[in-house]
């Protein structure tokens, strides 16, 4: 006996050209969520999300706006956090 399938399109959706998430790297053993989302609020930055991956010296945070995340790219990469220089990236 023969089972033919039916042919299955399977759709998936175009992969992000830009994001509203940040990667916050070399974060200080004693940086928290908190001093995160005041070193990244400010004008025009509304923060959404803070994620500190506890034990990892790094982070996410998302804003409101693939600007504001951009923005913040271009404002605070480079500068000191809780006595580290922190390295920011589009994630």
Do not use: H, W, Y
């Amino acid at each position: 006996m023969l089972f033919i399938r039916p042919e299955v399109k399977i759709e998936r959706p175009p992969p992000p050209t830009e994001s509203d998430v940040v990667f916050c790297g070399n974060l200080n053993d004693e940086t928290t969520a908190e001093s995160m989302e005041a070193f990244f609020n400010g004008p025009g930055k509304a923060v959404t999300r803070v994620r500190r991956m506890e034990g990892r010296p790094f982070g996410f945070v998302e804003f409101s706006s693939m600007d504001a995340a951009a923005a913040a790219v271009d404002e605070l990469s480079g500068q000191e956090l809780d006595g580290n220089v922190v390295r920011i990236n589009l994630a």
